[in-house]
């Protein structure tokens, strides 16, 4: 009589340790994770995360402000009653609470892109629970640390003038745009064609293909999904526009 063969136990590693493995061996980290929760892990990303956000202000701003000012000005057509003493204001706010409001969007962020993740396995018969489709998103967000990083280096590098919008300070094919003169929906579109988020979309896809038991290819077209859906916050303003 043959005994019933058992799935060896992942290997034990502290969270400090799978910070690193998820840019190197981000299989093996959500194998030993599928059911540690996501809580730990969101806090060190968020802190992190601000930590590179207040530290980069002063590069980026200029960017920030600038899309701010674009903004203001379609407002302004659009809204005539506006006055510039209004949208000085926003501006001023923008700049004071817009890292903060960043940093709490990023938790919110990972959150949801966690639950779409987990509904759109199920079209693929996912095994994975909302809590552990969180936990991949999670991890799944930190290549947005060196996102950050990048961009910020992007904005020192760059002339005064090519700090026009965000956009200017990722890595793919938005970059290349000029917002001033390209479509907002093709520029909302090209922007998420960059390199960390599809980094962010590839490990979303192995997170699934592991703690899901989804196969590679319908755990990547699930990803693609997701990403799709991650487009419509930028691209469904912009239609509006």
Known sequence: MTEPVTEPSPPNASLWEDFIDIFTSPSAVFRRRVNSGFGVQLLVLTVLFAIIVIGTKSLVMPAIDADIARQGAKMMQSHPEIT???????QSMGETFGPIFVVILIPIMAMLT???????????????????????????????????????LIAFLSSPERLNSMSRLTVGLGALLDPDKASPVLLALLTRVDVFTIWVTVLLAIGLHVTGKVPKAQAYAAAAIVWLIGALPGVLPALRG
Do not use: C, H, N, R
Request: glycine share 6%; charged share 15%; proline share 4%.
């Open 84 to 90: 510039a003493e209004q949208l000085q204001k926003q």
């Open 114 to 152: 966690g639950f779409v993740l987990w509904l759109v396995g199920k079209i693929f018969d996912s095994k994975q629970t909302p809590s552990t489709a969180m936990m991949v998103a999670t991890y799944a967000f930190f290549p947005k640390l060196l996102a950050a990083l990048a961009g910020a």
